[in-house]
């Protein structure tokens, strides 16, 4: 079945970028069909959706962080990643990477990556 | 954008109870609600999607409804797995997730 995996820096200096990246195993995303999400979840808070990328690259982004966020995805190594520049402590979070069910639009997320905790801080 | 919001947002209950966890959407989403379950140090897992379908592999205990603003999870006997963190998500127009609400022994 498909599974994901994040990786990436665990630290991230003051007003530079985080970058980190998903793995996708047992499935192919130019196989189409699914919304490629990243997620995060602050210490001991909820979960904020970051943004999205469809298989051909379309994306869409939380308005809250759109002027920060870049998500891309290289289906030749069957990756997607994300670039938030400019952090703060405030980006201080558990990172996940998602799936949705793959409806047509997007879904609920069915498939999770295991998370990566990122902390900014010099 | 659309704001959900978890009642309550703790929530102390017995092996056995039947537990009823209240979710609100600021504007209507249809039916376009799912409810996630949480443990420590673990990533959300999918209860329901569509306000009322249950995901494949989750036990029948759990049970959604609701439609247009308010949505409801319940289960109907607690397990000692169910004592965990729950949240709601709507997706009718991008995605934004209740609060939650910590489920805890009591």
């Known amino acids: 079945q498909v599974q994901l995996q994040e990786s990436g820096p665990g630290l991230v200096k003051p007003s530079q970028t985080l970058s980190l990246t998903c793995t996708v195993s047992?499935?192919?995303?130019?196989?189409?069909?699914?919304?490629w999400s990243w997620i995060r979840q602050h210490p001991g808070k909820g979960l904020e959706w970051i943004g999205y990328i469809y298989y051909s690259g379309s994306t869409y982004y939380n308005p809250s962080l759109k002027s920060r966020v870049t998500i891309s995805v290289d289906t030749s190594k069957n990756q997607f990643s994300l670039k938030l520049s400019s952090v703060t402590a405030a980006d201080t979070a558990v990172y996940y990477c998602?799936?949705?069910?793959?409806?047509?639009?997007?879904?609920?997320?069915?498939?999770w990556g295991q998370g990566t905790m990122v902390t900014v801080s010099s | 954008d659309i704001q959900m919001t978890q009642s309550p947002s703790t929530l102390s209950a017995s092996v056995g109870d039947r537990v009823t966890i209240t979710c609100r959407a600021s504007?209507?989403?249809?039916?376009?609600l799912a409810w996630y379950q949480q443990k420590p140090g673990k990533a959300p897992k999918l209860l329901i999607y569509?306000?009322?379908s249950l995901e494949s592999g989750v036990p029948s205990r759990f049970s959604g409804s609701g439609s247009g603003t308010e949505f409801t999870l319940t289960i109907s006997s607690l397990q000692p797995d169910d004592f965990a963190t729950y949240y709601c998500q709507q997706y009718n127009s991008f995605f934004t997730f209740g609060q939650g609400t910590r489920l805890e022994i009591k």
């Open positions: 047992g499935g192919s995303i130019s196989s189409g069909g699914y919304y």
């Open positions: 998602a799936r949705d069910q793959g409806g047509g639009d997007p879904d609920a997320f069915d498939i």
């Open positions: 504007q209507s989403i249809s039916s376009w």
């Open positions: 569509k306000a009322s």
